[in-house]
T-cell receptor, first 114, second 112 residues
Framework: EAGVAQSPRYKIIEKRQSVAFWCNPI?????LYWYQQILGQGPKLLIQ????????DSQLPKDRFSAERLKGVDSTLKIQPAKLEDSAVYLC????????????FGPGTRLTVT | QKEVEQDPGPLSVPEGAIVSLNCTYS??????FMWYRQYSRKGPELLMY????GNKEDGRFTAQVDKSSKYISLFIRDSQPSDSATYLC????????????FGKGTTLSVSS
């Protein structure tokens, strides 16, 4: 079974520029999460999708961050404009349905804002 | 006070040692407790999962949950250099797909 795919793996941009990250979850997984992991911290949820609907985006800085999951499969997370404090690893995770509780994480996209 | 507290370490032990990793939490509504392992430049992977209080053992790993003290632990027996990683505790309110609340992670180094 293929894992969660993310791209790009690394990105360096200047502040005030925009950037987009892509995630392809495990096939058939209805729930998709985007987490932000700042260096030395645990992952923090940004947004959770169930199929193509948003379940929780309470911690998403909506003035600069946006995310979508068209057709309930792939997802894109965008930052516009980026700030220095957005430097972090952006992790995508997916979860199946039923009794399977496990969230499977992708390798992450490491963003550096200069 | 953060919802989940975890000592970031780093923790260095010799091969074969018993390792104890711990987290405390403040919200008594947490019901599901997990330990994730994260190797450098990789995503977290689930190591142990426990519901409510009690112990769970899987090979060299034992997870303990004490809800009365709001304290969870992960023990690693006969530690190996391949165990060198960051260990993240995580918690959730229910099993229905709620997002996880993570600790900061403890960085463990096992020397041969």
């Amino acid at each position: 079974e293929a894992g969660v795919a993310q791209s790009p793996r690394y990105k360096i941009i200047e502040k005030r520029q925009s950037v987009a990250f892509w995630c392809n979850p495990i096939s058939g997984h209805a729930t998709l999460y985007w987490y932000q992991q700042i260096l030395g911290q645990g992952p923090k949820l940004l947004i959770q999708f169930q199929n193509n609907g948003v379940v929780d985006d309470s911690q998403l800085p909506k003035d600069r961050f946006s995310a979508e999951r068209l057709k309930g499969v792939d997802s894109t997370l965008k930052i516009q404009p980026a700030k220095l404090e957005d430097s972090a690893v952006y992790l995508c995770a997916s979860r199946g349905t039923g009794g399977n509780y496990e969230q499977y994480f992708g390798p992450g996209t490491r963003l550096t804002v200069t | 006070q953060k919802e989940v507290e975890q000592d970031p370490g780093p923790l260095s032990v010799p091969e074969g040692a018993i390792v104890s990793l711990n987290c405390t939490y403040s919200n008594s509504a947490f019901q599901y407790f997990m330990w994730y392992r994260q190797y450098s430049r990789k995503g977290p992977e689930l190591l142990m999962y426990t519901y409510s209080s009690g112990n769970k053992e899987d090979g060299r790993f034992t997870a303990q949950v004490d809800k009365s003290s709001k304290y969870i632990s992960l023990f690693i027996r006969d530690s190996q250099p391949s165990d060198s990683a960051t260990y993240l505790c995580a918690m959730s309110y229910n099993q229905a797909g709620t997002a996880l609340i993570f600790g900061k992670g403890t960085t463990l180094s096992v020397s041969s």
